[in-house]
């Protein structure tokens, strides 16, 4: 398996939850306009305008839960990435130390090798 840009990745992530929070704040949005909307018809006696809320009130109780279900489903792929992120991220580190412990040791076998070839020079 070939494996992926880790800023696709972390940009998918991000794309994922942001969706997810994008959902959350409209379904946010629709309850507290339709409670808006029945304290407005309460008090003034008329709706709110067709623009300032929208009738949830029409859609099914199942199209409802299907929301829910494919807004859980995305936050948890969203969460499911980030901790993909986190994986590699550890695995990235551990490879950096690797190669910085590779370099000193490289710097340390030239600094004696320079030695070494100074005093054959002499």
Not at 21 to 29: G, N
Not at 47 to 70: H, N, Q, T
Request: aromatic fraction near 4%; hydrophobic fraction near 45%.
């Amino acid at each position: 398996m070939a494996e992926q840009d880790p800023n696709v990745m972390a940009a998918s992530a991000v794309s994922g939850l942001a969706k997810a929070l994008a959902r959350l704040l409209l379904k946010f949005s629709r309850v507290y306009f339709g409670a808006l909307d029945d304290v407005f018809m309460s008090t003034v006696g008329r709706r709110l305008p067709r623009w300032a809320v929208e009738d949830e009130r029409a859609e099914s109780i199942d199209a409802r839960g299907a929301k829910r279900d494919a807004a859980r489903r995305s936050l948890l792929e969203s969460l499911s990435a980030i901790d993909d992120l986190k994986i590699q991220a550890d695995e990235n580190r551990q490879a950096r130390d690797d190669a910085l412990m590779k370099i000193a040791q490289l710097e340390q076998q030239r600094t004696v090798a320079e030695r070494e070839f100074s005093l054959r020079m002499v």
